[in-house]
């Protein structure tokens, strides 16, 4: 059985890296999520939680990056793309995409990815 090819505008733009870590996920001012990463990239992050969140849902995201020797404290805004229930991981697969991430973050991310 094959499985059908992926189209082109679903594709990734840019490559993610394994990152396993904690992370705070904040949508509008009263929701908080303790989610976990699965991946981290310059374009966005994988994570899995316990709620399956609708596409285009905004989100803030809080993590720390572990770059040379030390960790870079992240706030980046984001937007929910996708979603699945991942039963072998514990709970949703959510795919986030990063919105105007800061010169900083850009920096950090790349840190990160060059490793």
Not at 2 to 7: E, F
Not at 20 to 27: A, G, M, Y
Not at 61 to 75: D, R
């Amino acid at each position: 059985m094959s499985l059908p090819a992926v189209a082109a505008d679903n594709r990734r733009a840019v490559e993610r890296y394994p990152l396993r870590t904690k992370v705070l996920v904040v949508i509008g001012d009263q929701h908080r999520l303790d989610v976990r990463s699965l991946d981290v990239g310059k374009g966005g992050m994988g994570i899995v939680s316990d709620w399956n969140l609708p596409v285009g849902t905004p989100v803030v995201v809080k993590f720390n990056l572990p770059v040379k020797h030390t960790s870079a404290p992240l706030i980046l805004n984001a937007v929910v793309v996708n979603g699945a229930l991942a039963g072998s991981l514990g709970g949703f697969r959510v795919g986030l995409q990063f919105r105007g991430v800061s010169p900083q973050a850009t920096q950090a991310l790349e840190q990160f990815v060059q490793r």
